[in-house]
């Protein structure tokens, strides 16, 4: 037997199938085997007729590959242009002011501070999953 396998829990689990192989559906079940009696009796019945046998693993890729709507893809082209519009009317009105000046010399540092913030996060997301 496998040393990573709990040999009680495999046990109980056995035991359940046979109790519900020899007595199927029986109102008499210990709470401990009804889990595993449960699983039993839902893998012995067939499966439904309107899905095909690789439908999980279909909806699975089609989520992990799932493109963006073309409204998705608009709105955000909308956004950045905004967002660019903005940085530039910015520039334009403050100068070098706002990146050099009193009251905003903070923002490159800001700026370089969130990029890598940002990078970081994703590269221990990254190594987690």
Do not use: H
Request: charged share 20%.
């Amino acid at each position: 037997m496998n040393p990573k396998i709990n040999e009680r829990e495999w046990l109980a689990q056995q035991i359940a199938v046979w109790r519900e192989q020899a007595a199927p559906g029986s109102g008499d079940i210990d709470a401990r085997d009804r889990p595993y009696r449960l699983i039993a009796r839902g893998l012995r019945e067939p499966l439904p007729a309107g899905l095909p046998a690789n439908f999980a693993r279909r909806m699975a890729a089609r989520a992990a590959a799932a493109e963006a709507s073309r409204f998705e893809v608009c709105a955000l082209i909308g956004l950045m242009a905004t967002l660019a519009v903005c940085a530039v009317a910015m520039v334009i009105r403050f100068g070098g002011e706002w990146m050099a000046g009193p009251s905003g010399g903070g923002w490159p540092f800001a700026l370089a501070a969130c990029i890598g913030a940002s990078w970081l996060i994703d590269q221990w997301k990254r190594r987690v999953s």
